[in-house]
């Protein structure tokens, strides 16, 4: 039976009509769950929910002790919401329930680090007088959230808001409402004040009431790059807080030193795991032409044993992508692909059921290739052939997305001077692009970010607003 989603609005149900569907990716033909579109009228009642509850909102302990209780909760449910995740968004359950992981951590992470919030004291140039510096809570935050990692995005925007003091109105991707539902559930559960966060399931029509509501003063935002400019652009307009993480074509450089079996794994995890479903995924593998064979050589004997199909089984690999909408996307940039003559040195099935889309490496792309400019968010990467180092790095930069970038070397010198030269925000040195820490700043440069980063103690940065006191006793 199909899961009927409600908003959830200053602790309570809002029931309205289903106006939208999502249906299980593995199996068309199943509706997995059924959800209104909120639009202005459920987010403006959020809004004022959430701006109501501000002055009440718990203590500091209080909301410490209630985050500890929502990782706590996410732990002991992981079994049933990574299967949850698995049939809605078509996740493998092994990548499923180490999310469900995550964003356990995420909250008990954030549990402690609002309790870690300092000022500064300091005496001011002026004889007499002192000078304090604080961080208090921006106030309502809005966070727009995506299907790709259902519950750990959430996680890092919803934990720190409430660390920090702030209220949330939440508008999930519609493709991963019943997670949503089920993280809702648990947070309301955890002892926070009602109000303090706040459910509005919809498409894009809630989504655009969110960003242009003026009882909103922070927009946190995880998506397309086009979709983020133009809430970049609504924000700005009426003078809101705005945070865009909108994804990378990230580039991965193999040198003729490197170990090519790591570098195989590596690029293997990297551009097809989750079925490239990752912003971080790798699409762009740029390799110096005196390899390239022979890793390709590689890389198609693994996966050759990749196991593609039934997310719900451990075994699998990769799994489907999330809507027959987002494969036909991905099948047209494949089509592109071939149509300006490249070859696909790996590609599966042309038939591939419900939402699959096999594996593609194409090998001698160019770095003007759809793959290696626009983020197809697929199981797709091209491999761009370089003369070595130098090459390397300036096709690798020569992009408008800055998001992440690895390099597999044994080198030394050409590590350490990768780091300081990728012209992105997470630097990947022997590992895939795709795979961060719960407490580590994540973000990127030029077009993949805009705004302060996320996750760890960098998050404060968003979350709060500094002010400064002087004062003469």
Known sequence: ??????????????????????????????????????????????????????????????????LERVGGALAAEVADLAALITRETGKTITDAAGEVMRASRLFRFFSGEGLRIVGERFDS????VTVEVAYEPVGVVGAITPWNFPIAIPAWKIAPAIAFGNAVVWKPSEHATATAAAIMRIIAGAGLQAGAVNLVPGAGETGAALVEDTAIDAISFTGSE???????MAAATRGARVQAEMGGVNGLVILADADLDLATETLVNGAF???????????RVIVDESVADALIERVKARVARLKVGDPADKATEVGP???????????????????????????GRADAPACFVDPVLFDRASPGDLVAREEVFGPVAGLIRVAGYDEA??????????????????????????????RVGMVMINLPTAGVD????????????????????????????????????
């Open 1 to 66: 039976m199909p899961l009927d989603i409600t908003a959830f609005i200053d602790g309570t149900p809002r029931d309205a009509a289903p106006a939208l569907e999502q249906r299980n990716p593995a199996d068309l033909d199943e509706v997995v769950t059924r959800l209104p579109e909120s639009g202005a009228g459920f987010v403006a009642e959020a809004a004022a929910a959430a701006r109501a509850a501000l002055p009440a909102l718990a203590p500091i302990e209080a909301r410490a002790d209630a």
């Open 125 to 128: 140039v002026r004889p007499g």
């Open 226 to 232: 086009t979709t983020g400019r133009g809430v970049r």
């Open 273 to 283: 795991f989750a079925a490239g479903q990752r912003c971080t995924a790798t699409s």
């Open 321 to 347: 992508l999330v809507s027959a909408k987002q494969k036909a996307g991905v099948v047209a940039g494949i089509e592109a692909m071939r149509r300006a003559g490249r070859q696909a040195v790996v590609a």
């Open 393 to 422: 790095l300036a096709v690798l930069n020569d992009v408008r997305f800055g998001l992440c970038a690895g390099i597999c070397t044994t080198s030394l010198k050409y590590a350490e001077h990768f780091k300081r030269n990728a």
């Open 438 to 473: 719960y407490h580590a700043p994540f973000g990127g440069m030029k077009a993949s970010s805009y705004g302060a980063r996320e996750q760890g103690r960098a998050a404060r940065e968003f979350f709060t607003v500094t002010k400064t006191v002087y004062q003469r006793p």
